[in-house]
T-cell receptor
Framework: DADVTQTPRNRITKTGKRIMLECSQTKGHDRMYWYRQDPGLGLRLIYYSFDVKDINKGEISDGYSVSRQAQAKFSLSLESAIPNQTALYFC??????????????FGAGTRLSVL | AQSVTQPDIHITVSEGASLELRCNYSYGATPYLFWYVQSPGQGLQLLLKYFSGDTLVQGIKGFEAEFKRSQSSFNLRKPSVHWSDAAEYFCAVGEYGNKLVFGAGTILRVKS
């Protein structure tokens, strides 16, 4: 089983709909991240969380919200989806130790299309 | 702010040929540097990392990278490319707060 699981893997939705992408992990890491990937732009950070009560905006948080329901679960919501939110979304986890500093472990991604 | 530049959007190499993917970073202090690989339909997998010490680091799948402070570079190399290496490769620099800043990626095509 994957250590970082994203659901759904693919989603097509319509403009204006609310949609939630979910991420769960079995790695026991305290830190979790949401990125979006666009061709030619690499991965850009949307939100990140250091623990259940510590959630921070990333580079491109407008139009998104998150919820850290438990240490192992971190959900990303698009309150009112728009076509330019069509992208590949990744969840990642990490932990703050000297040996693993900045190392992140990624899920397989969710491909979202907003029509 | 930190930034990472991968100058080559696409690279095509013949199977068995050597490979070098370029990465330049902008960072004030000693950086933590990473290379990740994304195979089609997959998430990102860590190939190798540089934190300190020996500037030539070895990774998985036969990859290595060399940190050159004077050139602000962390280029990825492989002596002999296999068809299974076809993927997208991302260079990243660690940022305060355990965050990563990624380059735009380089798509590697391998021709037989």
């Amino acid at each position: 089983d994957a250590d970082v699981t994203q659901t759904p893997r693919n989603r097509i939705t319509k403009t204006g709909k609310r949609i939630m992408l979910e991420c769960s992990q079995t790695k026991g890491h305290d830190r979790m991240y949401w990125y979006r990937q666009d061709p030619g732009l690499g991965l850009r950070l949307i939100y990140y969380s250091f623990d259940v009560k510590d959630i921070n905006k990333g580079e491109i948080s407008d139009g998104y919200s998150v919820s850290r329901q438990a240490q192992a679960k971190f959900s990303l919501s698009l309150e009112s989806a728009i076509p330019n939110q069509t992208a590949l979304y990744f969840c990642a986890t990490g932990r703050e130790t000297r040996e693993y500093k900045n190392i992140q472990y990624f899920g397989a991604g969710t491909r979202l299309s907003v029509l | 702010a930190q930034s990472v530049t991968q100058p080559d959007i696409h690279i095509t190499v013949s199977e068995g040929a050597s490979l070098e993917l370029r990465c330049n970073y902008s960072y004030g202090a000693t950086p933590y540097l990473f290379w990740y690989v994304q195979s089609p339909g997959q998430g990102l997998q860590l190939l190798l990392k540089y934190f300190s010490g020996d500037t030539l680091v070895q990774g998985i799948k036969g990859f290595e990278a060399e940190f050159k402070r004077s050139q602000s570079s962390f280029n990825l190399r492989k002596p002999s490319v296999h068809w299974s290496d076809a993927a997208e490769y991302f260079c990243a620099v660690g940022e305060y707060g355990n965050k990563l800043v990624f380059g735009a990626g380089t798509i590697l095509r391998v021709k037989s």
